[in-house]
């Protein structure tokens, strides 16, 4: 199963991320975020993860081109993931002018958020799902908030799952519903942006659990 540890910010963790079996690492470009990190020092972390063959994936929120420009040059991602509210046409916008393969976020909180899903997955090389971010929240992800994932439990495909996934939910996440791959940033930090290696482990510890029942 694809696992990929998000809003990743030194190279200490980059590491314990890898080490403990992710096949991407996320790093965020959104200064709202307290994981936003800079393109120069997102590019050196980018060239750890990439010298380890692990998939190296640029967060951003409605990002316009010269930002996105800016981030393709420096970092060098291997995915654009589009955390916001972009339109079907500026996916494929984004991803024509790149030519990288795009993840668009999906935010899901009732089975009716999935109706428009068909002409993303249409263009998106992945769909991502993720809670709806809670009223008043200043970020469209990265709120540790999960939501009913049975919504997603007939959903076939290679898709992620994302949203308040943690060491102590993952194993239930993966019992109702069945996705390709799994998304996860909050839970595994000791403070907002600061990630906790062994949290890291023990979210590794529980998928390993969860695929050997
Ligand atoms: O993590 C962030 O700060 C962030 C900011 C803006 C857009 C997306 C962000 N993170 C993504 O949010 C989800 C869920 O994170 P969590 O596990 O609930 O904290 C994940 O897909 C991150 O890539």
Redesign the pocket.
């Known amino acids: 199963m694809d696992v990929k540890i998000?809003?990743l910010g030194s190279e200490q963790t980059v590491d314990v991320a890898i080490a403990s079996g992710a096949s991407h690492v996320?790093f965020?470009f959104?200064p709202l975020?307290?994981?936003h990190v800079g393109p120069s020092h997102a590019g050196e972390l980018a060239k750890r993860a990439k010298d380890q063959r692990v998939s190296v994936v640029a967060?951003t929120?409605d990002a316009g081109d010269g930002m996105l420009d800016a981030i393709v040059e420096t970092v060098g991602p291997d995915m654009l993931?589009l955390?916001g509210k972009e339109e079907a046409y500026r996916v494929e916008e984004i991803k024509d002018r790149y030519g990288l393969p795009v993840m668009k976020?999906i935010a899901v909180e009732t089975a009716d958020d999935l109706s428009g899903i068909d002409e993303y997955a249409d263009i998106a090389d992945k769909l991502?799902f993720?809670?709806k971010a809670p009223k008043g929240a200043v970020?469209?992800?990265?709120?540790?908030?999960s939501f009913d994932w049975s919504i997603l439990k007939d959903l076939k495909g290679d898709w992620f799952l994302?949203?308040?996934?943690s060491p102590d939910n993952v194993q239930e996440a993966l019992r109702v519903c069945s996705p390709g791959g799994l998304?996860?940033?909050?839970?595994l930090e000791s403070a907002p942006g600061t990630k906790d290696p062994e949290r890291i482990r023990a979210f590794f510890a529980a998928i390993r659990e969860a695929e050997a029942a």
Do not use: F, I, K, T
């Open positions: 998000c809003g996320g965020v959104y975020s307290p994981r967060v929120v993931q955390h976020a991502l993720d809670a970020l469209p992800g990265g709120n540790g908030v994302s949203g308040g996934l998304d996860v940033s909050s839970s």
